[in-house]
Structure formats: structure tokens, C-alpha cells
């Protein structure tokens, strides 16, 4: 009741953050039954419906990420002064989240499912021509139980890694950490990278050599090796897993040298904030990089097997990994809001920190930009020959 209540009186910007998740929730629980009602329409076929329940977990953590950083935003998950005296103390604002998640994520799976219910013709007419009804098993019956049992998925796994991302941390500074610096680099650069190598090297390994055993794509399936999705899953885990030290490195380039005081303010907050923004920054390059791959290697098959619910499930990801950069940059400029009247302050003009912003900007898409071009390429170099 706290959390609907909390969700009342949020701010619209708040609101609109949470519909997001909504319309998120709300694709991949399309695409979570679309897998039911083929596998409903096509008992045969079972090869075939596992591979689409597969292809599932891509939006569906993409989702789920959104949703957390969506979470982070948030302001009635931050701990506020009195709060403890009223009985929410972290423990309690951190279920709140999770709730609060689990509530747009459920609105999202129930307008998902009326939606495919619709497009059946369960709910009286003909199926919609939106989408072919063999797609989503029309005129076959689908197990209720089984539905209600994908759908929870998408509220538990959203609700259950905004629980974990916003747990409570003991944040007193051991004697051992105390004088260290709080831009220690994050120690995940040359385990990311190495990941994304070995990616790279099990795509090529596995690769068919031709256009005519591609990956397939929910919508219109074709033969696949298992190895060239494994390859792919890496490759971007390693972008991920690099993202924070990728950002640090960039701040680390701007204070190379003799800088000047807008370069050393820009590499400064860079590498202070590498933690908060790397992450959904390294889920952008590896979204990114798939999807230049994707095209390339789509555009020399013969006929490309794109359909309908490969466009929803694209849309799903491409979708949530923007707006999860987008609202990490918001989440990043809010706690840095003291720092930057801190600088007013002292005489800093408006214009300074703008430039500051956008030289910030800059140097992330000079060197995020070339790198995940060329992990694109050598992803797409074995898949088209």
C-alpha cells in the first residue's frame, strides 16, 4: 500500500521512468508468451520453442537492468532524514524498491497479456493480421497455469535484482581502506576484455561459414550452432564487465600529462563516477556491437529472418540499454549535485561546467565509440564469410 502510494504522489519524471519499465515488462512478456503459444500450436517443435524461450533472456535482462537503474533514481528508495524513526530504515526502503518494481513489472505483464489474448482472438473476433497467428499458436488452447508461470518471471527477476542492487552495505571505511583514494580504478578492465577475446574466439570457432546457418532470430527460425550464441553471451559480458574501467581509463586520459583545470575537472568526475555510469555504459557498447553484427550478418543471408517478434525483442533491449545509460547520467549528475554548487560557489561559471560536461562526453565516445566498432567488426567478419 506504501509503495502505490509513493508511486501517487511521485514526481512526473518519476512516473514516466516507471511507465518505462512498464512498456518494458510489457515486451518481453509478449515475447514469454508468444514462446508458450508457439510451443502450444507446435508440440512438434520443441527444438524450436526452446530456442525462442532462449532468446527470451535477452530482453529479459535488459529489463531487468533498467529496472534497477530506474530503482536507483528513485527518490523513495534513498534513506531520508527521520525515516528510521518511522520503521523504514535500509532494510525496509530496499523492499520497498523491490515492491515498487514488482508492481510496474506486473501492470506491464498484465497489459502484455491482454494484448496477446487480443491479437489470438481469445477475446472474441478473428485474430489480428498484425502478427501471424501462428506465431502465437491461434486457434490452439493455451495452459493458463503455464502462462501465469511465465509471466511472474519478468516481476520476480526485475524485483529480485533491484533487491540485490540496492542492498544495504556497511559503508564505515575499514582502517586498511581508509587512506586509499575513492577513484580507486575498478578492477575489472583486463578480465572484461579477456572475456570479450574469448567471446570473440568461440564466435569464430563455432561460426558456419555461411549465410545459410545463421543465428536464429524468434519469428522465423532457422538451424544454429549453440557455440555462436555462447560467443556473443561473452563478448558482451566482457563489455559489461569492462564498462567501469573503460570509463576510468578515460577519465585517467584526460588527466594525463600537465592538464588544464577544465581537463582535470572532466577526468576527475569521470573516474569518480566510472563505477555508477560504466556499467550501463558497457551494456550499451555490447548492445551496440550485437546489433552492428546482427545487420551485417543478416544483410548476406539470402532471405534475412527477421519477423515481427524479432523486431519487438530488439526494440525491448536497444530500448532499455538507452535508457538505462540515460537515467545512470541522471542518477551520476544528482550526486554530484553538491560538488557542482560547491564550484558555483567558488566562482565557477555555468559555462565551464557545460564545457566540462561535454568534453566528458567527448572523450567516452572517442574511445567507446572506435572500440566497440571493432569488437562489432571481428564479430561480424566470421559470421558473413
Do not use: K
Request: net charge positive.
Amino acid at each position: 500500500m506504501l509503495a502505490l502510494r509513493l508511486a501517487r504522489g511521485a514526481h512526473p519524471l518519476v512516473l514516466l521512468r516507471r511507465l518505462g519499465v512498464t512498456a518494458a515488462a510489457a515486451g518481453t512478456g509478449f515475447l514469454l508468451l508468444s514462446t508458450l503459444g508457439h510451443a502450444a500450436g507446435h508440440p512438434e517443435l520443441t527444438g524450436d520453442s526452446l530456442m525462442r524461450l532462449l532468446w527470451c533472456a535477452a530482453p529479459l535482462a535488459a529489463t531487468a537492468q533498467f529496472a534497477v537503474s530506474v530503482a536507483r533514481t528513485d527518490p523513495a528508495a534513498r534513506l531520508q532524514r527521520g525515516m528510521n524513526s518511522a520503521g523504514l530504515g535500509p532494510v525496509r526502503l530496499t523492499l520497498l524498491a523491490a515492491v515498487s518494481t514488482a508492481l510496474s513489472c506486473v501492470l506491464g505483464v498484465l497489459l502484455a497479456l491482454i494484448v496477446f489474448l487480443r491479437l489470438r482472438g481469445d477475446l472474441g473476433g478473428a485474430p489480428s493480421g498484425l502478427i501471424d497467428g501462428d506465431l502465437l499458436g491461434a486457434g490452439h488452447p493455451l495452459p493458463f497455469v503455464g502462462a501465469l508461470i511465465l509471466l511472474s518471471i519478468v516481476p520476480v527477476t526485475a524485483a529480485a535484482a533491484t533487491a540485490v542492487a540496492l542492498r544495504p552495505r556497511d559503508e564505515a571505511p575499514s582502517p586498511e581502506t581508509e587512506a586509499r583514494p575513492r577513484t580507486a580504478p575498478p578492477l575489472g578492465l583486463p578480465w572484461g576484455m579477456a572475456l570479450t577475446a574469448a567471446g570473440l574466439a568461440t564466435e569464430a570457432y563455432a561460426s558456419p561459414g555461411s549465410p545459410d546457418g545463421l543465428l536464429p532470430l524468434p519469428g522465423r527460425l532457422i538451424a544454429s550452432p549453440p557455440g555462436v550464441v555462447v560467443g556473443w553471451a561473452l563478448s558482451a559480458s566482457g563489455l559489461v564487465l569492462a564498462g567501469p574501467g573503460l570509463v576510468y581509463l578515460c577519465g585517467w586520459l584526460l588527466c594525463a600529462g600537465r592538464p588544464g583545470a577544465l581537463r582535470l575537472l572532466s577526468g576527475r568526475v569521470l573516474q569518480e563516477e566510472s563505477r555508477r555510469i560504466g556499467r550501463p555504459l558497457g551494456v550499451l557498447c555490447a548492445v551496440a556491437s550485437g546489433t552492428y553484427a546482427a545487420v551485417n550478418m543478416y544483410e548476406a543471408a539470402p532471405s534475412p529472418p527477421f519477423g515481427p517478434l524479432t523486431a519487438i525483442g530488439a526494440a525491448v533491449v536497444l530500448a532499455c540499454a538507452g535508457a538505462s545509460a540515460l537515467t545512470a547520467a541522471v542518477e551520476s549528475r544528482a550526486a554530484r549535485a553538491h560538488t557542482t554548487a560547491a564550484l558555483r560557489r567558488l566562482g565557477a561559471s555555468a559555462s565551464v561546467l557545460y564545457r566540462a560536461a561535454a568534453l566528458r562526453g567527448a572523450v567516452l565516445l572517442v574511445v567507446l565509440g572506435p572500440l566497440t566498432w571493432a569488437i562489432a567488426g571481428m564479430a561480424a567478419v566470421p559470421l558473413v564469410q
